[in-house]
């Protein structure tokens, strides 16, 4: 699996947008990146998947340059419940997401 | 069921006995995940199963751990003369296919070993 870089911590305010971005240079030509969410003493929850260019949902966007090397998940106008940690995992649908690789995330801290 | 669920939701063992932790994942979920947690760490991959088999045990820290899974559905995790490393928090996931399909968590088993 790829692997992946991203921030360790980030900090934000109510209302204002989030961005996270992940590098994954190695990424490969069949590889999907995907975004968890992980609250404490819970399991992570899927939040996005997206292969290129741009993908949304009712919780975040994902947007994926040409050259797929890095992306960015986007949480618009956070809340406090937003603050968790945020996994970013890069692998082949067909053969490498049947163990998910996590990293040490980046965790989110909303303040009022 | 509604999601994943896990039992026991909190373990409390002394260093050398055996624990059994049990995941019973969504109804129609072919693919059923075990990962650990450790404090403050990142998930570890443990294994997967395809219906009953495991295709993938590469993530089972030692011949101490071991899981099964029955009829397509619940599975066991078994980790015998357990030492104080194992404390950990231990997950289970599943999802519709293998075919990387999101992965829905239990609230996972806090184990402690004293």
């Known amino acids: 699996l790829a692997k992946t870089t991203q921030p360790i911590s980030m900090d934000s305010y109510e209302g204002q947008e989030v961005n996270i971005t992940c590098s994954h240079n190695?990424?490969?030509?069949?590889?999907?990146i995907t975004w968890y969410q992980q609250f404490p003493s819970q399991g992570p929850r899927f939040i996005i998947q997206?292969?290129?260019t741009k993908v949304t949902n009712e919780v975040a966007s994902l947007f994926i340059p040409a050259d797929r090397k890095s992306s960015t998940l986007s949480l618009p106008r956070v809340s406090l419940s937003d603050t968790a940690v945020y996994y970013c995992?890069?692998?082949?649908?067909?053969?490498?997401?049947?163990?998910?690789?996590f990293g040490t995330g980046t965790r989110l801290l909303v303040s009022p | 069921g509604a999601g994943v669920s896990q039992s026991p939701s909190n373990k409390v063992t002394e260093k050398g006995k055996d624990v059994e932790l049990r995941c019973d994942p969504i109804?129609?979920?072919?693919?059923l995940y075990w990962y650990r947690q450790s404090l403050g760490q990142g998930l570890e991959f443990l294994i997967y199963?395809?219906?009953?088999?495991?295709?993938?045990k590469s993530g089972l820290p030692s011949d101490r751990f071991s899981a099964e899974r029955t009829g397509g559905s619940v599975s066991t995790l078994t980790i015998q003369r357990t030492q104080q490393e194992d404390s950990a928090v231990y997950l289970c996931?599943?999802?519709?296919?293998?075919?990387?399909?999101?992965?829905?968590f239990g609230p996972g088993t806090r184990l402690t070993v004293l």
């Open positions: 996931a599943s999802s519709l296919d293998w075919a990387g399909n999101e992965q829905f």
């Open positions: 190695n990424i490969a030509t069949n590889d999907y």
């Open positions: 997206g292969y290129k």
């Open positions: 995992l890069v692998g082949d649908r067909g053969t490498g997401f049947q163990k998910l690789v």
């Open positions: 109804s129609g979920h072919t693919a």
């Open positions: 199963f395809q219906g009953n088999s495991a295709p993938d």
